[in-house]
């Protein structure tokens, strides 16, 4: 049994990396080009594109692995069933979930292999490039957060901070606007030139302040050189917040940052929770598509490779025709998220299932 194993582990590999090699490769290139365009644009380096183009890879490499997957799975059985190997394989006592099996357990172990990468490499690689992309174009200076909001809520009430510029290296912000919240009124504004993180007393001080209390219709303004700002979040938390793009935090991230932004309305937390599921069901496509896969690799019939092809992407299309479906119907609020996140998976599933389970029969 063990050879059997290995034989179909190795008629099904050999496609599954021309596959990862072939997606992903059409993938970066078409990344490729837009970079170049942005180097003459900018007059760029090649060194900065390729530095820009390697940031990009990761994310490319988990979209196009689901994608190889089902091509490997495809290609590779539907050589040995071509050739009637695998009908050898049954006349001499393997059973048909036998030959199925390491094709299975290798689309779950590709599966959590994307999803480790998906959860470790890609959120960085996609910060890096962001940072890298906005120091190159000149929008944003390195490190630096420009026009950052941030909703606090804490013992006293809710607070609305805004900063012209955030560093995150420095735990500073620059030209600070902070208003205080009580029952929906606006009870004091404070304006600072800057506003610190101080490690010793665990809180954040603004410096050169302005503070506004307001009393019915009075107001009283007070100059204050060094002040307790009141916000509660750390700045691990402050950066944290300060990112706002799914994919550039981990699932983790994502969650901690639903949980923890009070300002998201409904509509925008429905949305981020379809894209922190679809985090895990994108990576189990792998496992999807080759469940999809198997039973139609197994069907008794000859098939060439570039049958192989065009079904592939018949069903990559589908795919995604689905999620997008999907992700429209949980975002509307129609489907919980984790339904719209997996809903294509779901569907793939029991047809696969359906499909191996009759064949086998």
Known sequence: MRIVTRYILRELLGPFFFGLFLFGGILV????????????????????????????????????????????TLIGLGKMTGYSETIAMQAGGVSYFRIAMPVLLTGLIVSGTTLVLNENVVPVANRAYREERAVVTGA????????????????????????????????????VLIQELEKGSVVRTIQSQELFWSEADYGWFFREGQIYQYDGEKVFPVRVAKGFSGLTRTPGEVAQLARQKPTEMSW??????????????????????????????????????????????????RRTSSAGFGL??????????????????????????????WFQNILFGLFGGWQLIRKAR
């Open 140 to 175: 944003v200076p390195r490190g630096v957060i420009r026009h950052h909001f941030l909703a606090d809520t804490g013992s006293t009430g809710k607070r609305l901070l805004y900063a012209e510029e955030y560093y995150p290296a420095e735990e500073r912000m620059v030209n």
């Open 312 to 341: 592939s992407f018949l069903f990559v299309f589908i795919y995604y025709l689905l999620m997008g479906v999907g992700s429209v119907l949980g975002r509307a609020g129609t489907i919980p998220p984790a339904l719209g996140a």
């Open 252 to 301: 983790s991230e994502l969650q901690w940052y639903i949980q923890n932004n009070p300002q998201l309305s409904e509509g925008e937390i429905r949305n981020l929770q379809v894209q922190l599921h679809l985090k895990i069901a994108v990576p189990f496509a792998c496992f999807f598509f080759a469940l999809l896969g198997t039973p139609l690799a197994l069907q008794p019939q």
């Open 29 to 72: 290139g078409n990344i490729f080009v837009s970079l170049t365009q942005l180097a003459q644009s900018y007059g760029l380096p090649f060194s900065t594109v390729l530095r820009l183009l390697v940031y990009q890879i990761p994310e490319n490499l988990a979209y196009g692995t689901p994608m190889a997957m089902l091509l490997g």
